[in-house]
C-alpha cells in the first residue's frame, strides 16, 4: 500500500547520506487573481524576495530555491542573489513543482513553502522540521494554527483535525469538529479547539516523489484539497500546532495590507 512504502522510505531515507533539509518556493506568474504576483515590488523588493529571505531565516535549512516555469522570476530571483529552477509548465500544483525541483538533490527533507506569504512564522517552521526529523517514519507533515473568529465556517479557511500523537484525521472546507451540543460545553469537558490548516508542508524526498506520481483522490477532488490524496492512501501526516496562521496574499487588497505592514514596521 502506498502509505507503507512512504512509511518505509522514511525509515530508509533518514540516515546521514542524505542529511540535509532543502526549502522550495514554487511561484508562477499566472496568477487568476492576482496576476505577476511574485514579481510585485511595490515595497521596493520583489513579493518573491520577501518570502526568499525569510526563508533564508530557518535555521535548519541548508538550501533555498524557488522553483518556477519563468524566466522572469528566474531573473528577478538572480537580481537579488538567490537561486532559482526552472521547472516544467506541466506543472498541476505548487507540490507538484517541488516534486520537480527536488528531483536529484542530496537533501532528505523537502519544506514545501508559499510564495505567496512572506510574513510565515518561521519558528512554526522550524517546529516542523524538528518534528519530522525526531520522526523518520512519518512521509509528510505539515502545520495547523487555532482558528480565528468566524473562520471555522469560512470554506476558504481549511480546518483540520488531529489524533492524540498530533496526526491528521482529517481537513475539511467544513466546519470541524462539529459542535453538537453547545449549550452543553461549559458543563462537561472543554471542546475541542477549531485549528485551521497552513499550507506549508515537509516530506521526506522520497516520499514526495511518490505522492506526486500518485493519482488524485475522491476526496482530493471533492474539496478539491491536495493532503487528502495522502491520508486515502493511508499514508501518516504529523500535525504541529504552530502560533499563527500568516496572512496570504491572494488579491490586490492583501498586497497594500502587507505594503502597510511593511511601511509600518519600517517607520517602527
Known amino acids: 500500500m502506498p502509505g507503507d512504502a512512504a512509511h518505509g522510505v522514511g525509515e530508509r ?3 546521514a547520506s542524505d542529511a540535509g533539509v532543502l526549502v522550495v518556493i514554487p511561484a508562477r506568474l499566472a496568477a487568476t487573481r492576482l496576476p505577476r504576483k511574485p514579481l510585485l515590488r511595490r515595497t521596493g523588493k520583489y513579493l518573491i524576495e520577501h518570502v526568499w529571505e525569510r526563508a533564508c531565516g530557518i535555521a535548519a535549512a541548508t538550501a533555498v530555491i524557488v522553483a518556477t516555469d519563468s524566466a522572469e522570476i528566474m ?9 532559482a529552477v526552472l521547472t516544467s509548465v506541466d506543472c498541476v500544483s505548487g507540490t507538484d513543482r517541488v516534486a520537480e525541483a527536488a528531483r536529484g538533490r542530496p537533501e532528505g527533507l523537502v519544506v514545501n513553502l508559499q510564495g ?7 519558528e512554526d517552521v522550524e517546529s516542523l522540521v524538528a518534528a519530522m526529523l525526531a520522526t523518520p517514519s512519518v512521509p509528510m507533515g505539515t502545520i495547523a494554527a487555532p482558528a480565528g473568529s468566524g473562520e471555522l465556517e469560512r470554506p476558504s479557511v481549511v480546518k483540520v483535525v488531529r489524533d492524540r500523537a498530533g496526526r491528521a484525521l482529517y481537513f475539511s472546507r467544513a466546519a470541524i469538529p462539529h459542535v453538537r451540543d ?22 521526506r524526498r522520497a516520499a514526495l516523489a511518490e505522492f506526486a506520481r500518485l493519482p488524485p483522490t ?7 484539497l491536495e493532503q487528502l490524496r495522502a491520508l486515502e492512501n ?18 490586490l487588497e492583501d498586497y497594500e495590507a502587507f505594503l502597510q ?4 514596521a519600517a517607520e517602527g
Open 13 to 15: 531515507e533518514g540516515g
Open 75 to 83: 531573473d528577478a530571483v538572480a537580481s537579488f542573489g538567490g537561486e
Open 116 to 122: 505567496d506569504e512572506p510574513e510565515f512564522d518561521v
Open 182 to 203: 453547545r449549550a452543553q460545553d461549559t458543563d462537561t469537558e472543554s471542546p475541542a479547539v477549531a485549528l485551521r490548516h497552513v499550507g506549508i508542508y515537509a516530506f
Open 218 to 224: 475522491e476526496l482530493e477532488r471533492t474539496e478539491k
Open 234 to 251: 493511508g499514508w501518516a501526516i504529523q500535525v504541529v500546532l504552530g502560533r499563527r496562521a500568516p496572512p496570504g496574499i491572494d488579491t
Open 261 to 264: 505592514r511593511v511601511t509600518h
